[in-house]
């Protein structure tokens, strides 16, 4: 049995000053993943730093006439606010693709944005796995790596990052708001996940010592035209074995604007930018689609058991841009 000390922070200083004192410390939101991964003794952290009664809970109207969304809010009170659905439906269908109601019911943005990789061998420690412990190596290149990446991989890691919501905030261009003990940063979301690289074990370009407050949605919500597609096993409460966030801005028939994230193929939610601009001011037809999906997927590689996705991934994205321009019942 792992002991472990219990703080609860009562302003979001107190809790940054909390973590600050303890580099083994924890802050914990929902719990869904955290209390799961040191059931596993995949997390075994000196104390939790309680957040949930941080005014972080709040959904108002950010800058430049975007959105801010709280990092306490949970996953149900985004997706069914009534500005999220008006305006981000994109985000909405993201959040709803994930878990159970119950799950959401506790997940907040921020433990969304933080959680890790549902990688099998990152959760049993009796296995190598580079991302729990570091230089170990890694069971799933040469193991049962049907969920794995197939874009951004490295010779140390192949595992996904399993949000759906994150794909969305991607597509959007969400911001996130941190703060730390040297002040507030201001983190593009395409930004804030890692690629493996030799440092797999830190998933998010967001220090030890800082907290998310929460997301800036922009003004531009690509409401009229938008897609969430989820592939996956089972058609509820499964993750993603390939999922596409499509959104576009049309003139008849003609894109003035495109975007496109996937998820469940990277360690981050993947966009390119190349491809979207090979998009705009073409037609949208099926044609076109199945161009971008081929560019985007140029480089991916598979492994043993998921080489599958590459092709999924291709017609996911074509359907999902069909969706999204309304040649397609979503
Ligand atoms: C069975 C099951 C199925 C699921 N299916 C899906 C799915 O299909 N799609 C999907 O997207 N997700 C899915 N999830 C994951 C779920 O969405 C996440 O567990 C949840 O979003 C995490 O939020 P939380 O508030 O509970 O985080 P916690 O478990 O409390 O924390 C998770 C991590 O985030 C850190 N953290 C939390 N808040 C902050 C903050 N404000 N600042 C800095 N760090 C913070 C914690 O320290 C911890 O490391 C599933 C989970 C389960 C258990
Ligand atoms: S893919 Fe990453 S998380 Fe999975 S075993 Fe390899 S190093 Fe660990």
Not at 212 to 239: H, M, Q, W
Request: glycine share 6%.
């Amino acid at each position: 049995m792992n002991s472990f000390n219990y703080t609860r922070a009562e302003d979001v200083a107190e809790a940054v000053r909390e973590m600050a004192m303890d580099g083994k410390a924890r802050f914990i939101a929902g719990g869904t993943n955290l209390i799961d991964l040191m059931k596993e003794n995949v997390e075994r952290p000196s104390r939790l730093i309680d957040i949930t009664r941080l005014p972080l809970k709040e959904i108002y109207a950010g800058i430049d006439g975007g959105l801010r969304v709280g990092s306490l809010v949970t996953n149900t009170d985004v997706a069914y606010n009534e500005e999220v659905q008006r305006r981000y439906p994109l985000l909405s269908k993201a959040i709803l693709a994930g878990a159970s109601p119950q799950l959401r019911n506790m997940a907040t943005v921020g433990g969304n944005l933080m959680q890790r990789t549902r990688c099998c061998y990152f959760y049993d420690t009796a296995t190598l796995c580079n991302k729990r412990e570091p230089e170990t190596g890694c069971s799933a290149i040469a193991g049962f790596n049907r969920a794995h990446a197939v874009l951004g991989t490295s010779e140390h890691c192949i595992a996904t990052h399993p949000s759906d919501m994150c794909v969305a905030l991607a597509a959007l261009d969400t911001i996130v708001h941190v703060k730390g003990p040297d002040g507030e940063r201001a983190i593009p979301c395409v930004d804030f996940h890692r690629f493996p690289g030799d440092t797999p074990h830190m998933d998010t370009n967001l220090r030890p010592d800082e907290i998310i407050t929460g997301v800036e949605l922009p003004a531009k919500s690509f409401a009229n035209n938008c897609s969430y597609l989820k592939v996956r096993d089972r058609a509820s409460y499964a993750f993603a074995l390939v999922s596409v966030a499509a959104a576009l801005e049309l003139e008849g028939e003609t894109i003035k604007e495109a975007r496109l994230a996937l998820g469940g193929v990277a360690h981050k939610p993947w966009r390119d930018q190349d491809v979207e601009a090979l998009l705009k001011g073409q037609r949208a037809t099926t044609k076109n689609f199945r161009r971008a999906a081929e560019a985007l997927l140029r480089d991916a590689r598979g492994f043993s058991h998921n080489n599958f996705k590459i092709e999924l991934a291709k017609r996911a994205i074509v359907r999902a841009l069909s969706q999204a321009s309304g040649e397609e019942m979503q």
